[in-house]
Nanobody
Framework: QVQLVESGGGLVQAGGSLRLSCAAS????????VGWFRQAPGKEREFVASISWKSSTYYAEFVKGRFTISRDNAENTVYLQMNSLKPEDTAVYYC????????????????WGQGTQVTVSS
């Protein structure tokens, strides 16, 4: 089992920044890929970014150049630095851990956190 807890969400003005954290406990965290997903009201959950156990990174097109995912295995934490935020980035952000599979596919992820709300005002 892997337990994941997100933090760092909040209210920010358009153009601002936030850094989300995903703290893990349980099984060896460094063996897992970790992804960030988001879900806006009335919309399906969508892939945002992921980082492999080798620290290869992948991003959705709509966040490339604005968001950066990183991991600190010593701290069992994955971060999502979000810059140049837009109102359309408003959503609940979830982190998830995966032993393998497509980095962008929800079904590849075995463990999920409870989510953290990000609200971007215009």
């Amino acid at each position: 089992q892997v337990q994941l807890v997100e933090s760092g969400g909040g209210l920010v003005q358009a153009g601002g920044s936030l850094r989300l954290s995903c703290a893990a406990s349980g099984r060896t965290f460094s063996n897992y890929a970790v992804g960030w997903f988001r879900q806006a009201p009335g919309k399906e959950r969508e892939f945002v970014a992921s980082i492999s156990w080798k620290s290869s990174t992948y991003y959705a097109e709509f966040v490339k150049g604005r968001f950066t995912i990183s991991r600190d295995n010593a701290e069992n934490t994955v971060y999502l630095q979000m810059n140049s935020l837009k109102p359309e980035d408003t959503a609940v952000y979830y982190c998830a851990a995966s032993r393998g599979g497509s980095y962008y596919a929800i079904e590849s992820y075995d463990y999920w956190g409870q989510g953290t709300q990000v609200t971007v005002s215009s």
